[in-house]
């Protein structure tokens, strides 16, 4: 599939009525995300994140570029399973309809360590708290997807570094260790986490679709774009995402239109369960992994298991 052309600006529909909830919408390109479509005047647009000084920040500018949509801010951690819990709960008290959830918090080549609950740090903030909160939120997306002219969708961040994985994708039986030392002789141990996350991601994109075909869940890769999820890294960090970026860096305001399009574009043009580079490209074998029916459904058997405690 070529790249399709897309403006925000111009190429945004009406969103009049829809209701957006964004994780790790403070900063970076959750934020961007945020004010592309707000332009488009949905009625309710919730943002997550862990700084109300940032979040403050974004809704007065919001406010501003449409004063007709409500911004509401829920403080949660995405790596406490109680958080993403107590923020499901926030939500589902004050709305009873979400037509897009974009799943756009996570963290990226960190130190070993392991999440509140004891999962290896990246996979556990960007998978299994993600997928807490999308289990969570289920019933109020399949009712709004029931609705006359619903158009439901959750888009999750993946990335490009979906390829960078240990030898077997995801190593199951290590992750409620810091999986320190996971990466095969040449890549670095940190990347190879994420990169297993971001696989999660993926396929767990998928097999959304697989269970829920009236919802539409894709991933989305956004570009290389310098963000502030960098700002920790070392320079050795900086010199590999800068050679596996082959100098295809994304201008820092256009880094949120991949996933600006796939929550936005007609539902036609997509297809559900795909993986998506900017911008619309449907990639669809970028490695082995990607196709493995039987790693994804174990993903999903493995996940559907480690959430049952936290089930409302």
Known sequence: MSEVTFNPSKDVPDLSGRVYLVTGGTSGLGAGFISLIAAASPSKIFLSGRSKTKAHALVSKVSAISPSTELIFLEADLSSLASVRQMAQTFLAQSNRLDVLMCNAGIMGTPPGLSADGYEIQFGTNHVGHALLIKLLLPVLLSTA????????????????????????????????????LAPFYQPSNFT???????????????????????????????????????GASLRDRAIVAMASKGKWTKVDEGPWNQTWAATAEREGLRNGAYYEPIGVDVRSSTKWVDDKVLGERLWTWTEGELEAWVL
């Open 146 to 181: 029931s609705q006359p002219d619903a158009d439901v969708r959750i888009i999750s961040m993946s990335s490009v570094a979906h390829t960078l994985t240990p030898p077997s994708g995801i190593e199951f039986d290590s992750l409620r260790t810091p999986q320190d030392g």
């Open 193 to 231: 986490r994420y990169g297993q996350s971001k696989l999660a991601n993926l396929l767990y994109a998928r097999q959304l679709a697989l269970h829920y075909p009236q919802l539409l869940s894709v991933s989305v890769h956004p570009g290389f774009v310098k963000t502030d999820m960098m700002s």
